[in-house]
């Protein structure tokens, strides 16, 4: 079943979220990142990178290079609408299943943009890397959010910022050319519908509040009117 809403006619607060990062919380969360990439020195990556591979379970850690730029992996879950077209006679499997889990090994240079046309190639795909883009997906405490990246972001930074454990932070390819909704997992959309209950009652409250203060006005201005002189 498709939902009917458009994106119009949700609360602000809720569109906020749903067009890229929620107020207050993501937006921040990202020129935080950004501005901290800009000042890390070479001793304060090798510190990073130090204690991301003591924390790592799973094997995958990074390394440093003498240089300053350092490699190491990401995983991208793939949540695509329809299977992307291989190439013909390519022997290889479409991402396309939904959840499907790839695993890259990257450098700290590579950008967003060189992480989807990795993912395409790696699967023989002939679309345009135009036509995909990568998000991040943030949980804390209960709740989730989606951020879709910029082309020029370095996704194993937000790995190595965020730590080794996907379920502080993780990596989602989706499609630019699907429909408004049908861009979200469910617990996002769970997360918009709670967004929407909250904003709701509090416009609520305050257009009751509103015409209580109205209607006090209104009683005393009577009052006054029907006062014996």
Avoid at 81 to 86: D, G, R, S, T
Avoid at 137 to 152: F, I, M
Wanted: charged content about 30%.
């Amino acid at each position: 079943m498709k939902l009917s809403v458009s994106m119009n006619e949700v609360l602000p607060s809720c569109r906020g979220l749903i067009f890229g990062c929620h107020v207050g919380f993501c937006t921040q969360d990202v020129e935080k990142e950004k501005e901290t990439h800009s000042y890390l020195s070479k001793e304060e990556i090798k510190e990073k990178v130090h204690k991301y591979n003591l924390a790592v379970t799973d094997k995958l850690k990074m390394t440093l290079n003498s240089n300053g730029i350092y490699t190491g992996f990401i995983k991208v879950q793939m949540e695509l609408c329809k299977p992307p077209q291989p190439s013909p006679n390519s022997g290889k499997l479409s991402p396309g299943s939904n959840g499907c889990m790839n695993t890259l090994h990257i450098s700290s240079t590579n950008t967003v943009g060189e992480v989807i046309e990795a993912l395409l190639k790696k699967f023989l795909v002939t679309e345009s890397p135009a036509k995909f883009a990568l998000y991040k997906r943030c949980h804390r405490e209960d709740q989730v959010y989606a951020c879709k990246l910029s082309d020029r972001e370095h996704p194993l930074y937000l790995r190595l910022v965020a730590g080794p454990r996907t379920d502080t932070l993780s990596f989602v390819l989706r499609e630019h050319e699907i429909g408004e909704w049908e861009a979200f997992s469910l617990p996002e959309l769970q997360n918009f519908l709670r967004i929407l209950d909250k904003e709701e009652d509090e416009q609520l409250q305050n257009l009751k509040r509103r015409y209580t203060a109205y209607r006090h006005k209104l009683e005393e201005a009577l009052r006054e009117v029907w006062k014996p002189d």
